[in-house]
């Protein structure tokens, strides 16, 4: 199973991938009841950062949780190859600034999803 934290301040979700799931329609409505009270008080849905620590065969499935976004930060840590899935979110969800970082770049892509900019 995948683990999630989530946060109010700052304003984010963080999915730990398991390599032998791919993120389900179960993952996203567990983020939309999670980060319900969050929409309601900010107004749009928090960053969320996925790390991978070993190969995921899934990434096309990470496109749920752009579609869950309204706006924000997609940053993933990963070592996979992700220019094609990055290249797809970025075209189809141009509210959502998608970026990719390292498996070992954790301190960076924390900085990168909190920053205003």
Not at 32 to 45: I, R
Not at 60 to 77: N, P, V
Not at 97 to 102: A, I, L, P, R
């Amino acid at each position: 199973m995948h683990q999630i934290k989530h946060s109010a301040s700052p304003y984010l979700y963080k999915i730990v991938l398991d390599s032998k799931y791919k993120l389900s329609d179960a993952d996203i409505n567990k983020f939309k009841k999670t980060v319900n009270q969050g929409v309601a008080v900010y107004g749009f849905t928090p960053n969320i950062i996925i790390i991978s620590n070993s190969h995921y065969a899934y990434w096309s499935s990470i496109s749920l949780f752009a579609k869950a976004m309204d706006t924000g930060k997609l940053a993933i840590c990963s070592n996979d190859n992700l220019d094609g899935v990055i290249k797809k979110i970025s075209t189809e969800f141009a509210s959502i600034n998608v970026k990719q970082f390292g498996k070992y770049n954790i301190i960076d892509c924390n900085k990168w999803v909190i920053s205003q900019v």
